[in-house]
């Protein structure tokens, strides 16, 4: 995994201050780095999985990878107001404010095994609202798939009882 790590450009003080930003276009343009990105998270799902959601913005990038390598479906969580059909909403606590998605309340079937993908997990603060929308909906969520995992964040604790694919870590 270390050469997928050193693909990943690290910019000091963004957004704000204080914050280092772990940049995963530069492993997105690598031709290597995407398809070994996507093919070791396809190896720690537990199969079968019928539904593949990608969390707005950056889990549209894996999420439709991962469920065409898993012959499952995709299913967007948006920000409010993006998807045309009825849906169910949440809204969660951020460390500055609140925020809300939105998944068709139709995208989910009773009993459908969903893996929620995402590039990120850092609080586990997002993941965790995306659950309580699969959950709402019937879905069982078999898992969660995440390219970058910030332990310092603590994010898997709030994700426990979840089984949790990370492929790249950071202490700090």
Not at 3 to 29: C, H, S
Not at 146 to 157: C, Q, S, T, Y
């Amino acid at each position: 995994m270390d050469n997928l790590k050193n693909m990943i450009r690290t910019v000091p003080d963004f957004p704000k201050a204080g914050i280092q930003f772990y940049d995963i276009t530069t492993l997105l343009k690598d031709p290597y780095g995407l398809r070994t990105t996507i093919d070791r998270l396809t190896e720690f799902i537990d199969k079968p999985i019928d539904t593949v959601i990608g969390i707005e913005a950056r889990g549209f990038i894996f999420a439709p990878a991962l469920a065409y390598r898993l012959g499952a479906g995709f299913v967007p969580v948006r920000k409010p107001r993006k998807l045309p059909a009825a849906t169910e909403s949440i809204s969660y606590a951020l460390e500055y404010g609140t925020d809300t998605l939105e998944i068709h309340k139709d995208a989910i079937g009773d009993g459908n095994r969903v893996l929620v993908a995402d590039d990120l997990l850092a609080t586990g603060g997002t993941a965790a609202a995306v659950i309580s929308l699969v959950e709402r909906l019937g879905g069982i969520v078999a898992g969660l798939a995440f390219v970058v995992e910030l332990n310092f964040l603590k994010g898997r604790e709030r994700l426990s009882g979840y089984k949790i694919s990370s492929l790249l870590r950071y202490d700090s």
